[in-house]
């Protein structure tokens, strides 16, 4: 899901976690808060510090586009930060990145490109042309149930991970 910003002043006193490398930066997966963010003539300037360690940087953006792909809030990060590692906050981040567009539209396309060879090469005929359709429709489902149940299990996993009270089965 996109994060976009009207406004820089909008992100001041906000956590967000780092999903995007920038050299001499925190690390991807980090969680920040921001502290101070203005607009200059050459930018935006954002004044973070990073909440594990305390430590404090200065980053520089030419857009608010550029802070929003480089960082994005995140409640659930946020709250249990202490508890995930790194690379559970990295899978975490990456399964929740998708979207229809990025993640089902280029499987989808290799799928019925093949579904269709298939169909109209090996099966002659109106059945061809029918097993086609059907197929089309049952990968197009089956690659929706694919992304939602891979978004599903990940924060599953998580849950768990934290037990926080709630068990799931």
């Known amino acids: 899901m996109a994060f976009m910003l009207y406004s820089i002043d909008e992100a001041i006193d906000g956590k ?3 999903t995007k490398y920038l050299k001499g930066q925190a690390k991807v997966g980090t969680l920040i808060h921001v502290m101070d963010a203005r607009e200059n003539s050459d930018g935006i300037t954002v ?7 305390g430590q404090n940087f200065v980053a520089k ?3 608010i586009k550029q802070f929003c792909k480089w960082a994005r809030p995140d409640k659930f990060i946020a709250r249990h930060y202490d508890n995930l590692t790194k690379k559970e906050i990295r ?3 990456r399964v929740t990145e ?3 567009v990025s993640f089902c539209l280029p499987i989808l396309a290799v799928l019925l490109v ?3 060879i298939v169909s109209l090469v ?3 005929g109106t059945l ?3 097993l086609g359709v059907v197929l089309s429709i049952v990968a197009f489902f089956g690659v929706v149930i694919l992304l939602n149940k891979q978004k599903e299990n990940v924060k599953l996993k998580l849950y768990s991970k934290l037990n926080i009270g709630v068990s799931f089965k």
């Open 98 to 100: 998708r979207s229809f």
């Open 91 to 93: 899978q975490y981040m």
């Open 114 to 116: 093949l579904i269709w």
């Open 122 to 124: 090996y099966i002659k």
């Open 47 to 53: 004044d973070y510090r990073v909440t594990k360690t």
């Open 61 to 63: 953006f030419e857009t």
């Open 128 to 130: 061809g042309i029918v």
């Open 16 to 18: 967000y976690v780092v």
